[in-house]
């Protein structure tokens, strides 16, 4: 059990706000020669010790505690590269906490303010673009179905275990749809942002069963969804859009003409221009505070409506059909 420690022990530090990037998409504070990495989700909370060049450290030897105001001291059990517990307050509300890290000879300590929107990324399940989302082992993949003009676009979007984007490039598979007696097995295709498949428009609820091969991986993953409707894009939806060091994903986002949708834009990291989004057509400009989620209303006409970052250097289009 971790006992309090004497202040003189502790070396202590504040929040980073600029330098580096947490490598969890977490929060990042200097402690001692190294750092720590708060990362907050819905149901977990977890803290990653990483020395001056953001590697891993070991944790043998070392004892985590959070402390987060008006609640017990919560102490972090060890689990691979991390310390972790169940989140005793959840994400819906800002807090303020400390970390205490004491090893053998000494202890390091830091702070963290956690904002809803940021950071909350640890084992969180909630649909980004207003999909389903399973699991497979520390992968998560999220299937939208998206009404076409003719058919539907199955999208399926791949996140690590921290829901942070990963890229479709050379992940390859097959889906299998089931709408009532039509079964339908097609092969996915790189989307960019997302894998796709064209189907048939759905008539009703819809059996899908996917299998994926990822390059870094030694077996297929399997994931069985069951979609209510035909549909798992509801209209007037709201599609998150992560604004990171590569720009806005996804940078396309599909739509029905004259159907309201919410753009919630959530930038992860200072290390990028897109500090502030802009649509031309629209006369609408609006700034992009760190880990602040800024939502964004529209009824996108026919066509493509672009936005773009302020110095026009990311760009992204909401596309109506």
């Known amino acids: 059990m971790l006992t309090p420690i004497a202040l003189g022990w502790i070396l202590f530090s504040a929040t980073e706000t600029a330098a580096h990037v947490p490598p969890h998409g977490g929060i990042l504070a200097s402690a001692g020669e190294g750092h720590l990495e708060l990362v907050v989700g819905p149901d977990r909370v977890a803290l990653f010790p990483l020395d001056a060049k953001l590697e891993p450290l070991p944790l043998a030897g070392g004892e ?8 017990p001291p919560l102490e972090l059990a060890s689990t691979g590269d991390r310390w972790e517990a169940a989140n005793p307050v959840g994400v819906d509300s800002g807090f303020d906490a400390v970390a205490v890290v004491r090893r053998t000879t000494a202890a390091v300590a830091a702070r963290f303010a956690f904002q809803p929107g940021g950071a909350s990324l640890f084992h ?9 989302v399973g ?7 999220e299937l939208a179905v998206q009404p076409m003009a003719s058919g539907a676009e199955l999208q399926l979007y791949l996140t690590d275990a921290y829901r942070q984007p990963v890229s479709p490039t050379g992940v390859t598979g097959t889906v299998r749809v089931r709408d009532g007696a039509r079964t339908e097995t097609l092969s996915w295709s790189d989307g960019g942002d997302c ?5 048939a428009k759905p008539s009703g609820p819809l059996d899908v069963h996917l299998e994926l091969n990822y390059p870094d991986a030694p077996h297929n993953v399997d994931m069985d969804y069951y979609v209510e409707q035909g549909m798992a894009k509801p209209t007037g939806s709201t599609v998150t859009i992560h604004v990171g060091s590569d720009g806005f994903v996804p940078a396309r986002i599909e739509a029905q003409g004259g159907t309201p949708v919410t753009l919630r834009f959530l930038r992860m990291t200072e290390h ?32 493509e409506t672009a936005f ?14």
């Open 308 to 321: 773009a970052c302020g110095m026009g250097m990311f760009r992204g289009a909401v596309v109506a059909r």
């Open 64 to 71: 985590a505690v959070l402390l987060i105001g008006g609640q």
């Open 135 to 141: 699991m497979a082992g520390e992968r998560h993949m």
């Open 195 to 199: 894998l796709t498949a064209r189907i």
């Open 124 to 132: 969180d399940h909630r649909p980004f673009h207003g999909g389903l």
């Open 272 to 303: 990028t221009c897109a500090t502030r989004v802009v649509f031309p057509a629209l006369g609408i400009e609006r700034d992009l505070p760190l880990g602040h989620p800024v939502e964004i209303s529209i009824v996108p006409r026919a066509g």
